[in-house]
């Protein structure tokens, strides 16, 4: 066995920010047109250049006159004055007005000279006779009135924006007034992404699952979170274990990059070559960091580049990035971290945390009928992809913290500032029937964590919906949304070629069942008709269970006995006719169970439950053309 | 004169609502990549198409093992079992485990056939005898421990994210996990944008402002506009005021695009020309609405698309669409509004609103020193440009509503969701050691409005700071944050042609001056002067300005005379040492001033103030090498 590399001294996460923190990444300003320019972070000032209005402007469609003719003009008396031209918006005037002249003129055009006044035209009224026109003023009005002055809005030498302004539609907008149609601004930082272990794929390539494949989770992740942040990802090739090739590829991307991540493997002797190669050819400034995760952390400089090893899995390497390398790239970008990247909300379940070490939590968040935010732990186990998904950020638990209260205010980092908390939380079965309605909803969230589980998260009340199936008893308050009933059975391969009819076949013959996981309400449901057959048998449930081959081989997913079936790993799976129609398999119907879909009592004002009832009562059903549903 | 047209009959801001909300902009779905995924909303569901992890896996270093055949063990008496062979990540067992057999694993490797869970490597010691490993194990586990089964993460089948989902660093992960690296997103729409009216130029061009040409600021600020609120612009050729051009244009636009916004020109006979084109070729749905600003509101449908015409002034343009289109292209987008785009605050002021009409202020924002956030109206005139960029949002205010108090809480509309609301926020003079000193701030806002103007907006308590010059009285409670003297005088071409020697040059000879605004301290300055100088002549100070040609015509910034009197049009400008230094022009000294920064007594805890006192009392002041400050 390899040596193993124990980290004897962890850093303080405090210290580990310093250090962090004090990284240099630098990316020169660059040049963009104005078209590029949205979100970019100004690298200089920029003074106007030129007056705008670059012309004394009327404001008004009217008639520039000088205001001193009108001296005196009302209603009753108008004055009349002779019209001796017209200036139309982006025409130079061609005439010069003198004493008791006025020129038409329309909203925006240039103040002919000698005038120093508008009227506008709801003011006049005009006449004609023999060509000659005359308008009849029936207002006075100042030198000045309904004119803009050249530079009024903005004059040439005038700080426009400063160094630092995130350019918006606003900011685009003042610089075009300006005739500004390049900018310099700040470079966004490149992040070279190395994704090491000899395991990794990337998505879209095949899988070899026998071999202990996976897809390259991180690389994506880490590159859409350095986007988010602002930095520029580059993605380089895998590297495996071999020190001479991940010695290349880190010296590469410290060449290239501002810095440089790795992140994907959690092989212990990966990370050891990592560490090696900052040692021979860097610095290394830190090893180990006293936070759970971030253990595994590693920070240096390569001789081009700053680097950061992320822990292995993806929660961690998405946290421990969120909390210590994204406001790293953010600095550098220019952009400070938006408000809507943390916010607050209350423990919706009591944590107790005996680490005596600083946490990272991932949590996820539901709003309840007042719209206060509730938080509540996710936790899948580390290696898991999909806690990703299933939760919105994270919550610091200090080193001195071992309980968190239920009600206690925590401050949520969310993984992202675009992270929408869901609109609806549910838990419970997996069903075809309710993966159609949650697509009808805007933002919803599931955790398909089976009836029972379902039912204990209601109990603690933090999901708005959980859905059973078969005859589970619900020992707490709700309301029942919905219902429907599904066909379930054992699905067979095509043509049913073991001629199973039921379940005493499994329990005589020598076939072998792929059944769900004790937490499935199908599951259940095959549990009590096994117990029928044995009180029709006069024998224990126990008994015919023991002689079912498989029955404690569980799978996940409602599809997943189905899939196995499929893929010759069983002669039955436990299902429902919806997937064995899906997958083309045969079904040999045992019963209909009941489906229920029902609300936390306390949620039922939430808007996401408006919604959940519009579209359980929309006109076409998400039970329409799912077989064996009623 | 044309013919104008009266808006006779204005729609009901809601049903102009409704009628824009109908609008038909259905842009197809499209295949991206998983890296350029990012932002983009999922045009269908995503089923898990294969289990994750696709194997058992080991989820720590260790060794995989039957767990019977540690029943029983711990400390004292550990299960000895002979090691058989290795397991790498990433590699395909190539041993089989039969009773009292281990094999070495590595996290993330293949469980061996035969092996039912494993055991951490720091619950175990290694022997090794003539080459025989043996694995001592001190402690017992049940089957299944340590071990992530295959789909324990997701299933293949299962649910993984629905339709509408908005792709962030956490989905791209999921997806990756399953090994996707295309999905369906919707499409976005695509926004063509008309400019219309025949004074406007685009940036970078050249423009000749004695014809009454300006830059073309709304296809700028609402191209940046529809790309914040998930649309692609495409920016179609100027069009004038020619019916043929603008026909041809229109309809182009509305065969490419899902949507044509016309917006830039405030004439009315452009406006008209597009009223006829849309009447000719395609459906008018509304002209004109019942807000200020957005009466000339045009909705239509041309043939190949929806269209809508928005004001021409830029801040009307920039309401109107964030108001009424904005929605529109973000339900097209599928990306709902983020929360950070409305905000709460209490309106700093009063405001007396006596239009009997839905109204869209302009609103700027800023935080007291307990955090709350305040709201003042922004009002530079429709036509300036500036007010998009010293404006955070807007505030609707009902037709119904004639006042509103102080302190009342209102909802602002942020222009973009990116939008920050400054960190300091101050007005009155200009100065060019100020605006080094706003350079090292974060994110001011400075209004340069003058001494007067400025103590009268700290009066109102709507700022941080005010800047003042001159002798003016403060009569309002402050803290003077920092003081310092600029040079003031004449600033006249190089050379001095005229050998200006002082103000009574200005007064005996035939000399033009280019003054300051009345709101200018620097002006008061210079009056005082006068008048000390028609004590002298025992006159008054009257008769002294009267005899001075140009004292009253005004330029607003600190550098506008300067550049007037370089341009020709006058023989002296007043002005600073400074900006004489910077331009390369003359100055003729008439004495220094004091130029007081003052601070709000009740802001001086914001995080703001702070940054401003670092920044006063930098190694490095804000004064050096600007010349004639101290």
């Known amino acids: 066995m390899s040596e193993r590399r124990e980290f004897r001294e962890l850093t303080d996460p405090d210290v580990a920010h310093e250090i962090v923190d004090d990284l240099e990444l630098d990316p020169a300003p660059e040049r963009v047109s104005l078209t590029d320019a949205r979100g970019r972070v100004l690298a200089e000032r920029v003074d106007a250049d030129l007056d705008v209005p670059g012309f004394d402007r009327a404001s008004l469609d009217g008639y520039a006159l000088r205001a001193k003719d009108t001296f005196g003009a009302d209603e009753v008396d108008p004055a009349r004055l002779d019209v001796i031209g017209v200036v139309h918006a982006g025409a130079e005037p061609d005439v010069e007005l003198g004493e008791g002249e006025a020129v038409e003129i329309s909203t925006g055009a240039v103040m002919p000279p000698g005038a120093d006044a508008m009227v506008p035209v709801e003011q006049t009224d005009e006449e004609r006779v023999d060509g000659q026109r005359t308008v009849l003023v029936r207002t006075a009005v100042a030198p000045g009135d309904n004119v803009m002055l050249a530079g009024a809005d903005i004059a040439a030498g005038e700080r426009a924006l400063g160094p630092g302004t995130r350019l918006t539609a606003r900011e685009i907008g003042l610089l075009s007034a300006l005739g500004v149609n390049e900018v310099s601004v700040r470079g966004k930082p ?109 920070v240096g400089e390569l001789p081009g580049g700053a680097y950061v090893g992320l822990p292995g899995y993806p929660v961690s390497a998405m946290m421990t990035f969120r909390v210590f390398v994204a406001p790293l790239v953010r600095e550098a970008a220019g952009l400070p971290e938006p408000d809507s990247a943390t916010l607050t909300g209350e423990m919706a379940t009591e944590i107790r945390h005996d680490q ?143 001629g199973i009819e039921g379940i005493p076949d499994l329990v005589d013959r020598d076939l072998r069942l792929i059944n769900r996981t004790t937490d499935s309400g199908l599951r259940t449901t095959l549990g009590e008709a096994v117990a029928e057959l044995a009180d029709e048998r006069g024998t224990t449930r126990h008994e015919l269970v023991e002689s079912i081959d498989g029955f404690e081989l569980a799978a996940r997913a409602h599809e997943s006995p189905a899939r196995k079936v499929a893929a010759g790993a069983g002669d039955a799976g436990l299902g429902l006719r919806a997937t064995a129609t899906k997958l083309d398999l045969e079904f040999v119907p045992l019963g209909t169970e009941t489906v229920r879909l029902l609300g936390n009592s306390d949620r039922m004002g939430k808007a996401g439950m408006s919604e959940l009832r519009d579209a359980l009562t929309a006109a076409d059903s998400v039970l329409d053309g799912l077989a064996g549903y009623q």
């Open 190 to 298: 490149t992040v070279g992404i190395v994704s090491t272990g000899d395991e990794l794929v990337r998505p879209g390539e095949p899988l070899n699952s026998d071999a202990g494949q996976i897809y390259d989770v991180n690389s994506y992740t880490i590159a859409t979170a350095v986007e988010e942040a602002g930095g520029e990802p580059v993605l380089y090739p895998h590297a495996g274990d071999d020190y001479e090739e991940m010695e290349r590829i880190l010296i590469e991307a410290g060449e290239e990059c501002d810095l440089v991540l790795s992140s994907g493997s959690t092989s212990a002797s990966a990370v050891d070559v990592i560490y090696r190669v900052i040692e021979d050819r860097g610095e290394l400034l830190l090893h180990g960091v006293a936070i759970k995760p971030g253990k595994p952390m590693l």
């Open 356 to 498: 005596g070490r600083r946490r990272l939590m991932p949590v996820g968040l539901v709003e309840n009928a007042h719209g206060d935010r509730l938080v509540y732990p996710v936790d899948k186990g580390s290696g898991a992809t999909t806690s990703l998904a299933d939760a919105d950020g994270l919550v610091t638990i200090g080193a001195e913290t071992d309980y968190l209260a239920a009600g206690e205010s925590v401050t949520v980092t969310l993984f992202s500032p675009d992270v929408r908390p869901p609109t609806l939380f549910g838990v419970g079965e997996d069903d075809p029937a309710l993966s159609r309605l949650l697509d009808r909803l805007s933002n919803p969230r599931y955790l398909s964590i089976g009836t029972r589980q379902g039912l204990r998260r209601l109990r603690e009340g933090v999901p708005d919906i959980v859905v059973t199936s078969g005859s589970a008893s619900v020992d707490v308050e709700h309301e029942v949304l919905a219902t429907w009933k599904r066909e379930w059975g054992l699905i067979v391969p095509a043509g049913n070629p073991e």
